[in-house]
């Protein structure tokens, strides 16, 4: 099982631009989330899904969009990238029907934006 | 709300010290859900600990241990005789009951091990 994929690794956009972070899990996992890094910040939730179809606001929902078409991939859009959202970005997944399993994390990707 | 305290931001040690690392937490919620989350400088975040509020047992596993103290809303993190491996962020987090596997994070604390 490659567990939790997150691409790319590392991106570098411009102010304005849009782009996808991928997230891809193949361990049947209906729970799927993503979380922001900001240094001191600890990590702070974004967007969720308890199943495909499902989705619901964290603590930061604000320019980031999300969508679950399947049980195996939750995609983060960025629509119109700001500075302010330049930070590393975990997408995590856990089982279902066991109330907060622990959270399978993907390697993270590096966001800059200029 | 819930809300998660971790007051060390950095904490440094000379190899074989043993070392705590506090959390503190704030919930209205009866049973909720208590973790550890290691993330080494590669950046990874490798999961440690569960912990339920019902279960105030201290546990040990290996050179790790942590000690649950509901009545002042703690859950502390020992590393005895550290090694310059365990240097990294450690975060403290805490999820309600009937919630979706998400987690309130603390802003994590730097452990650095130095030979």
């Known amino acids: 099982n490659a567990g939790v994929t997150q691409t790319p690794k590392f991106q570098v956009l411009k102010t304005g631009q849009s782009m996808t972070l991928q997230c891809a899990q193949d361990m049947n996992h209906e729970y799927m989330s993503w979380y922001r890094q900001d240094p001191g910040m600890g990590l702070r939730l974004i967007h969720y899904?308890?199943?495909?179809?499902?989705?619901d606001q964290g603590e930061v929902p604000n320019g980031y969009n999300v969508s679950r078409s399947t049980t195996e991939d939750f995609p983060l859009r960025l629509l119109s990238a700001a500075p302010s959202q330049t930070s590393v970005y975990f997408c995590a997944s856990s089982v279902r029907g066991q109330t907060n399993e622990k959270l399978f994390f993907g390697s993270g990707t590096q966001l800059s934006v200029l | 709300a819930q809300k998660v305290t971790q007051a060390q931001t950095e904490i440094s040690v000379v190899e074989k010290e043993d070392v705590t690392l506090d959390c503190v937490y704030e919930t209205r919620d009866t049973t909720y859900y208590l973790f550890w989350y290691k993330q080494p400088p590669s950046g990874e975040l490798v999961f440690l600990i569960r912990r339920n509020s019902f279960d105030e047992q201290n546990e040990i596993s290996g050179r790790y241990s942590w000690n649950f103290q509901k009545s002042t809303s703690s859950f502390n993190f020992t590393i005895t005789a550290s090694q310059v491996v365990d240097s990294a962020v450690y975060f403290c987090?805490?999820?309600?009951?009937?919630?979706?596997?998400?987690?309130?994070f603390g802003k994590g604390t730097m452990l650095l091990v130095s030979p």
């Open positions: 899904s308890v199943g495909a179809g499902i989705t």
């Open positions: 987090a805490l999820s309600e009951a009937e919630g979706y596997s998400t987690l309130t």
